[in-house]
């Protein structure tokens, strides 16, 4: 059973900083990409960032590009620093994994995840 847990949500003042990690768990040499998706309330989840664990490409929604930085720290954790947070980024923060396969065409949309955490709230106040 693979399992996605997230921590590191929190509440800030804009232009603080927050680190979010995602722990993995079993197989994760199975793990193709990882990403981070967030979902504020009355809109849809968009994604945030993705990572290919092979070649350690990385994707950044326009809306993050420069402040967010995906990352992967050890064989298990994948973790998402966030600096420069503005009260947009207000949203529940999820983990998601794709074990296996093939490139994403779109590797910021949530369709070819096949795993998912609960999720972590971050709440940015102006």
């Known amino acids: 059973q693979v399992q996605l847990e997230e921590s590191g949500g929190g509440s800030v003042q804009a232009g603080g900083s927050l680190r979010l990690s995602c722990a993995a768990s079993?197989?994760?040499?199975?793990?193709?990409?990882i990403a981070w998706f967030r979902q504020a309330p009355g809109k849809e989840r968009e994604g945030v960032a993705t990572?290919?664990?092979?070649?350690?490409?990385t994707f950044y929604a326009d809306s993050v590009k420069g402040r967010f930085t995906i990352s992967q720290d050890n064989t298990n954790r994948f973790d998402l620093q966030m600096n420069d947070l503005k009260p947009e980024d207000t949203a529940m923060y999820y983990c998601?994994?794709?074990?296996?396969?093939?490139?994403?065409?779109?590797?910021?949309?949530?369709?070819?995840?096949?795993?998912w955490g609960q999720g972590t709230q971050v709440t940015v106040s102006s």
């Open positions: 998601a994994a794709k074990y296996g396969g093939n490139w994403l065409p779109d590797p910021l949309h949530q369709v070819g995840y096949n795993y």
């Open positions: 990572f290919y664990t092979g070649s350690t490409t």
């Open positions: 079993p197989y994760t040499y199975k793990i193709f990409a």
